[in-house]
């Protein structure tokens, strides 16, 4: 390869970690978040069981901007202490709603135009990656740390969404996972912006 085709050399001296200060200058703060535009992608929780799992939901849900989560089943909604503190301070911004029936959810998600996927395994699913502009709005099922997203709810869904796994694993932690497709999905979105 010459070296007109190489990349620019790296140097770790040209990085600098930005202060407390300068973050706070570069951030939202919580007014601004209330009225900020948000990517239309809605995380759906059914019988998520660890209060931990939900506020670090909900601080990723905050991260990428999401438009709302919509907690179901048994998951715990704020206000909780287990929440908060994995949350720090995002149950207090990222929208969220309550539905004891995650099918009255769906429901009323596609009603509104949205395509529902179950984060699942699943024959015939599709990687983060094929996601287009046509997908949006979207909403994610994402379902109980040891038993996914159920059959019944799988079979209401537009269809499964599959983070591709290349270890020895075939899972991820539930609040891990919501982390790899909330930041694929809003890459794509904004990738793909007409």
């Not at 919580?30 to 995380?43: G, K, L």
């Not at 905050?62 to 919509?70: K, P, Q």
């Not at 038993?147 to 270890?167: F, K, N, Q, R, T």
């Amino acid at each position: 390869m010459s070296a007109d085709h190489r990349s620019p050399k790296y140097d770790i001296r040209d990085v600098q970690k930005l202060t407390y200060e300068q973050l706070t200058q570069v951030r939202l703060t919580p007014e601004e978040a209330s009225t900020a535009v948000r990517h239309p992608i809605v995380a759906v929780l059914l019988d998520i069981r660890s209060l931990y799992n939900v506020g670090s939901i909900f601080r990723t849900a905050d991260a990428f901007g999401i438009e709302r989560l919509i907690l179901c089943g048994y998951t715990p909604a704020p206000p909780r202490p287990e929440i908060a503190k994995t949350a720090l301070g995002a149950d207090a911004v990222v929208p969220f709603s309550v539905n004891s029936s995650v099918h009255n959810a769906i429901s009323d998600l596609k009603a509104n135009g949205y395509r529902v996927y179950a984060a699942e395994i699943a024959h015939g699913s599709i990687q983060p990656e094929a996601l287009q502009h046509q997908h949006f709005p979207l909403a994610f099922v994402f379902g109980n740390e040891l038993s996914g997203v159920p059959d019944s709810v799988l079979a209401v869904c537009d269809g499964a969404i599959e983070i591709p796994m290349y270890g020895t694993k075939h899972s991820l932690n539930v609040a891990v996972a919501v982390g790899v497709l909330l930041s694929s999905a809003v890459n794509r979105y904004r990738e793909t912006l007409p």
